[in-house]
């Protein structure tokens, strides 16, 4: 995938295989535009593609992970970096315009994070408000800093969580309090989120690069195609019922149980040692 600075932010590959997205405009709380959210998609289809990259990290930069769409500079904010995507009408100019863009574009990008294979980390760390929450929940997993700040909050504005926070949040929290959080405008800190089950973990600020890029190597090193197959699995059982669930991982189990990394697997296991994965991956660098 190409790394570099981008519409609102930069990309970076660390070893091994992790991309590292970080919002880069701070003096705006890296609030989001549609030219953001179209380099966004497109780096993410990268991610996807490209062998070289196994885990995908967000993060902001300052103290905003994302404070959602830039309200005042949504249409011509100037922000540096090299386009991946040549400009559009900004579109959300009638209500036929807002349907079209919010699923053409702002609600494609949490698509795509919940479409890719490999597993994605946010490593939030401060404020992330109603887009930002949203990408955030979108992720596998969440690391917060203990200043972090989330919620949606749309209700302030007399906006809706349009981007599918509502779905997100009655995944993780359920009906009952996803209804007090957005009907009650709430903003969380880190240690609340957590107690929500909204964030996975919370760190110290200063430790959160270090942790996440720690879990992320962890994630980087496991087995791949069993990895990726079994994130696919789990989302699809939230939405299938017991018989589905069962049929679907075992067409799955029929291509892990025959790959590289399980005959390794079961050797490590034997040979009692740490298993080396992904050896298939080594292979097309």
């Given amino acids: 995938m190409e790394t570099g600075k981008f519409t609102g932010f930069d990309v970076s590959l660390e070893e091994p295989g992790i991309a590292w997205i970080q919002f880069n405009s701070p003096e705006r709380l890296n609030g989001m535009t549609t030219a953001i959210k179209r380099d966004l998609i497109e780096t993410l289809t990268q991610a996807q593609l490209d062998n070289a990259v196994r885990v995908v990290v967000f993060t902001g930069t300052g103290r905003a992970f994302c404070a959602g769409d830039d309200l005042k500079a949504y249409r011509g904010a100037e922000l540096g970096g090299e386009p991946l995507a040549r400009p559009i009408p900004p ?115 200063a430790a959160l690069k270090d942790s996440a890029l720690a879990f992320a190597r962890e994630l980087a090193n496991g087995p791949q195609v069993s990895m990726r197959l079994l994130k696919r699995s789990v989302y699809n059982a939230a939405e299938l019922s017991w018989e589905q669930s069962l049929d679907e991982i075992a067409a799955k189990t029929a291509i892990s149980d025959h790959h590289p990394d399980a005959r390794e697997g079961v050797a490590a296991f034997r040979e009692k040692r740490a298993a080396q994965f992904n050896a298939w991956l080594e292979k097309k660098k």
């Fill in 91 to 205: 579109g959300h100019d009638s209500g036929i315009g807002t349907y079209d863009g919010l699923r053409i574009i702002s609600q494609k990008v949490n698509t795509a994070i919940r479409d890719l294979d490999k597993l994605s980390i946010a490593a939030i760390n401060g404020i992330a408000i109603q887009t930002g929450f949203s990408l955030a929940l979108a992720c596998d997993f969440r690391i917060a800093a203990k200043s972090a700040r989330v919620g949606s909050a749309t209700l302030r504005f007399g906006l809706l969580p349009d981007e599918g926070g509502q779905y997100l949040l009655v995944q993780l929290m359920g009906v009952a309090r996803t209804m007090d959080f957005l009907m009650r405008k709430k903003i969380v800190g880190a240690d609340e989120a957590l107690a929500l089950g909204l964030v996975h973990e919370v760190v110290d600020d």
